[in-house]
């Protein structure tokens, strides 16, 4: 048998990665990533790792070594508002650059849209969502609420097993994407042993930093030509502490929320003044329009109460 196969680069041959990289595109990509998200590190570590596995995995095809197609499927696991959906978004990009799908689309659906509520509504919701996601990524927030066993009467098992029947049969052109909260994800793996197996890469996704979550709303105000007086952002640095320690927070979209708010309160303080107003004061969020949120509100009760 010869050392090389038809095709493949003869004995001393040079491949040179670094123009596979660049001719791919995937550096945007990550570079995107980089860019748009804070913080994040090892996240953003473990996807540079499976860029640079499909990378190869590239680059052995078309040297004629002998491949099969990876296992791509994915769980990704944290809190709310930790970046899930927009990593989600880069991958579908990454795989699309590297054409292990054909059209990287980003399909995001929760149970409701694969689970029918009477018999013989669940399969073809399934399979009309499945459609949708060929040649890209099925993206499934909460993926645990699809198995509820104390419910005799409810459908989502039959969803789960068109769902890996699929995820099997078709891998070669759809990546599902699996996202909730770690121990419950966990403990929907224990349940349904069929998706562990399926599932090649499990990335967890920590909660930011009080420092990470302000630089997350200056990038969110600049996004709309706002920003923070001074003294605001100061205000918004005590908000994040604050905030992260009441219930229902979920990092960067609590942010998002409260920035929303914050806008419209400073909407309503410029529509109070009764003279011309500067031109930059339709972009600065003043310490009042963040002072008047209920966080604020329940520290003054409690430092009443000491």
């Not at 596979?20 to 570590?45: C, H, S």
């Not at 002998?66 to 990593?87: D, I, R, W, Y």
Request: net charge neutral.
């Amino acid at each position: 048998m010869p050392d090389t196969m038809a095709g493949a680069p003869a004995a001393g041959e040079m491949i040179d990665l670094r123009a596979e990289f660049d001719g791919a595109g995937i550096g945007d990509v990550l570079a995107a990533l980089d860019r748009d998200l804070v913080g994040l590190r090892p996240v953003k570590a473990r996807i540079r790792e499976v860029a640079s596995l499909l990378l190869i995995e590239r680059v052995r095809q078309k040297c004629g070594f002998a491949t099969e197609a990876p296992t791509l499927h994915m769980s990704f696991t944290g809190n709310p508002g930790t970046g899930k959906t927009t990593v989600a978004l880069r991958m579908a990009n990454i795989l699309k650059a590297l054409g292990f799908v054909r059209q990287g689309q980003l399909i995001s659906v929760t149970r409701d849209d694969l689970v029918g509520q009477y018999i013989g509504h669940t399969a073809p919701k399934t399979k009309e969502i499945l459609k949708k996601a060929i040649g890209g990524v099925l993206f499934i927030d909460e993926a645990y609420y699809l198995y509820r066993p104390d419910n005799e009467r409810d459908y989502g098992q039959e969803a789960i097993e068109i769902l890996l029947q699929v995820m099997e049969n078709q891998r070669e052109d759809l990546v599902v994407i699996l996202a909730g909260y770690a121990d419950r994800m966990e403990n929907f793996f224990t349940l349904n042993p069929g998706f562990r197996s399926r599932i090649a890469h499990h990335i967890d996704f920590p909660d930011y930093e009080n420092d990470e979550l302000l630089a997350i709303s200056d990038t969110m105000l600049a996004r709309q030509h706002y920003r923070f007086s001074p003294e605001a952002r100061a205000v918004m640095d005590r908000y994040i502490a604050r905030r992260r320690t009441q219930p229902y927070f979920s990092n960067a979209r609590s942010v998002r929320n409260a920035l929303d708010r914050a806008r419209l309160r400073q909407a309503n303080r410029l529509m109070t003044a009764t003279s011309p107003i500067p031109k930059d004061a339709l972009t600065i969020i003043e310490p009042d329009d963040l002072l008047a949120s209920r966080v604020f509100r329940a520290e003054e009760k409690a430092d009443a109460g000491a």
